[in-house]
């Protein structure tokens, strides 16, 4: 088992282009967690999803981001347009139910907006 | 509501134990967790407990759970270098959604 797959690990854009974070859940979890983590917040839930379906998506901060899931092995995270504050390292999760023992993360994609 | 709150940083000799602390705001939580982060990578589910047990151990590790206090410890026994990272705890929400902690750095000095 591969994991949870993330890429890129790292991402380098400019403010104002449009950045897409990409994720590949473990085969069978039928949970994806988006988390974005900085220093000053610490680890914030974006979104989630159950069965591809968006489920929660409170914590997306405001509409420049967007969550798709078009099938049970891939799931994208947008901003767009990006901008410096944007910077964290954004980490995808999944869960085979809801009981969260089952929470695998992946390595991240750190993205640097300058 | 659920507010994970954890001391920020500790440093401890390799070879002495080391205790990280947590409290935590949702007592209808069924699960604590403890999660470790190694620079440069996800969170790695380290341990577990069941939120009608107040103890468990798991080699090196012990957790204790104070549910009248809401607090949950980790103690590392034997601390190596390889446990040099950040620590975070997290519980279950209503709704199995995990609330996270701020994150405790361990630095194991040789």
């Known amino acids: 088992d591969a994991g949870v797959i993330q890429s890129p690990r790292h991402e380098v854009t400019e403010m104002g282009q449009e950045v897409t974070l990409r994720c590949k859940p473990i085969?069978?979890?039928?949970?994806l967690f988006w988390y974005r983590q900085t220093m000053m917040r610490g680890l914030e839930l974006l979104i989630y999803f159950n069965n591809n379906v968006p489920i929660d998506d409170s914590g997306m901060p405001e509409d420049r981001f967007s969550a798709k899931m078009p099938n049970a092995s891939f799931s994208t995270l947008k901003i767009q347009p990006s901008e410096p504050r944007d910077s964290a390292v954004y980490f995808c999760a999944s869960s085979p139910s809801g009981i969260a023992t089952g929470y695998t993360f992946g390595s991240g994609t750190r993205l640097t907006v300058v | 509501g659920e507010d994970v709150e954890q001391s920020l940083f500790l440093s401890v000799r390799e070879g002495d134990s080391s205790v990280i602390n947590c409290t935590y705001t949702d007592s209808s939580s069924t699960y604590l967790y403890w999660y470790k982060q190694e620079p440069g990578a996800g969170l790695q589910l380290l341990t577990y407990?069941?939120?009608?047990?107040d103890m468990k151990q798991d080699q090196r590790l012990t957790v204790l759970l104070n549910k009248k206090d809401k607090h949950l410890s980790l103690r590392i026994a034997d601390t190596q270098t390889g446990d040099s990272a950040i620590y975070f705890c997290?519980?279950?929400?209503?709704?199995?959604?995990?609330?996270f902690g701020k994150g405790n750095q361990v630095v194991v000095i040789p």
């Open positions: 085969s069978g979890h039928d949970y």
């Open positions: 407990i069941f939120s009608n047990m």
């Open positions: 997290a519980e279950t929400s209503w709704n199995n959604r995990l609330a």
